[in-house]
Each structure stands twice: as structure tokens, then as C-alpha cells.
């Protein structure tokens, strides 16, 4: 399997009901065999106020976490 991960000049722009989640103009693009590209967004361009981390996983990974919308902005 490779893997590949490029900084991508395009604008990542994150909404979920009118409200902007992220925002970032330096998304990192990852690029693994067989899946669909996926976009890194540096925590520092996301409303982490707006997010809870996840309890479970299906992978847990030490290098990202996952994250859910808060309830109130869902």
C-alpha cells in the first residue's frame, strides 16, 4: 500500500448548518492505495469549540483523533 500525503493549494471550506466548522487555505491531501482522497485540516483552521472528540473509534490512530459536531450545531 502507499502513502502519500501533498499540501494542496486548494480552499477547504467546512459548513454545517450555515455554520462554518473550518476554514483553511493549506489542506494537506491524503493520498492512500484504493481509498478516496481524504483532506488534513491544521487544527489551528477549526472550530475545535464546535467539535467533541469522539468516544469510540474504529481505528484508533496516535497521530489524528475524530471528532463530532457538538449537538447544537448539528
Known sequence: MRVDVLP?????????????????PRPQ???ESWL????YIPEQDVHMELLELTETTSQPDPFCQD????????
Open 8 to 24: 494542496s493549494s486548494r480552499h477547504v471550506r467546512i459548513v454545517l448548518g450555515g455554520v462554518t466548522i473550518a476554514n483553511t
Open 29 to 31: 491531501l491524503l493520498l
Open 36 to 39: 478516496p482522497i481524504r483532506y
Open 67 to 74: 471528532f463530532h459536531a457538538r449537538q447544537e450545531v448539528s
